[in-house]
């Protein structure tokens, strides 16, 4: 019985006839040199597949070092925060109130609304809120609305970060009644104002006056400064003295920067 045909070919015919290239000396040396290299499957399987945010390595100093923390979208939960308004400052408030919202909602990105029974501002933040600290910043500038600073002096609140307010009563500084009281309330206010412009003029500040009551708008020092001059015209200074200390502290300022 004769073979069949594919046995009695010659491995080159069978070869040609796949269109496959016999493989070389050198190409099995190549084989033999890559094989070591190959890493085996169960060993890629022991290694640890978890995230690299939540993994944690160890310094040197067997201290724990995490990867930095993500940026979320805005605020975890919605925060409300309320403002009372004092009742003589409502009718300014409902007079200014078309300059007093649109800081607070297109730069804070909060959501406010003026309660006219409960006679307060309420606050709250929204999934547009990028700000951490969006809410304290609106609750600053509706307060010192309140206390009776001018809106553009309070909108200085929501942008520069080096701004505070002060506020003490004279009796804190010494204690007056009656026609003491109202000198000294004039003292601080000068003819027309002007004692209380020259001192904000000089420190760099805003300064209200309430009754008794007085408020101060400014960055740390220049609080400081006219607080200084405002104890000094409570105690009984000359408006003269107390002008040519504000010169000497002005020119300095001036020279420091």
Request: hydrophobic residues 35%; contains cysteine; proline residues 7%.
């Amino acid at each position: 019985m004769p073979a069949p045909t594919a046995l009695l070919r010659r491995p080159e015919e069978i070869a040609d006839a796949a269109n496959v290239p016999l493989p070389t000396e050198s190409q099995d040396d190549e084989l033999l040199l890559d094989a070591p290299d190959a890493v085996p499957s169960d060993i890629n399987a022991a290694q640890p597949t978890g995230d690299a945010d939540t993994e944690m390595h160890v310094d040197e100093e067997s201290r724990p070092r995490f990867a930095p923390a993500k940026n979320t979208d805005g605020p975890a939960r919605v925060e409300t925060r309320k403002v009372p308004i004092p009742p003589h400052r409502m009718s300014p408030l409902k007079a200014s109130w078309s300059k007093i919202y649109p800081p607070l909602c297109e730069h804070l990105k909060l959501q406010v609304r003026m309660n006219v029974k409960n006679k307060a501002v309420e606050l709250r933040t929204s999934k547009t809120t990028t700000d951490t600290g969006a809410l304290q910043k609106g609750e600053d500038f509706v307060k010192a609305f309140s206390l009776g600073f001018d809106i553009s002096d309070a909108i200085a609140l929501m942008r520069l970060d080096d701004l505070y307010i002060e506020t003490f009563e004279i009796k804190d500084v010494k204690t007056l009644q009656g026609e003491h009281l109202g000198r000294a309330i004039g003292r601080i206010a000068g003819k027309d104002g002007k004692t209380k412009f020259a001192i904000e003029n000089s420190s760099r500040t805003r300064i209200v006056l309430a009754d008794s009551k007085i408020h101060i708008l400014g960055g740390f020092k220049n609080i400081h400064i006219a607080r200084e001059a405002i104890v000094s015209l409570i105690l009984g200074s000359p408006p003269g003295k107390v002008y040519g200390n504000l010169r000497t502290v002005a020119s300095r300022m001036k020279e420091r920067f």
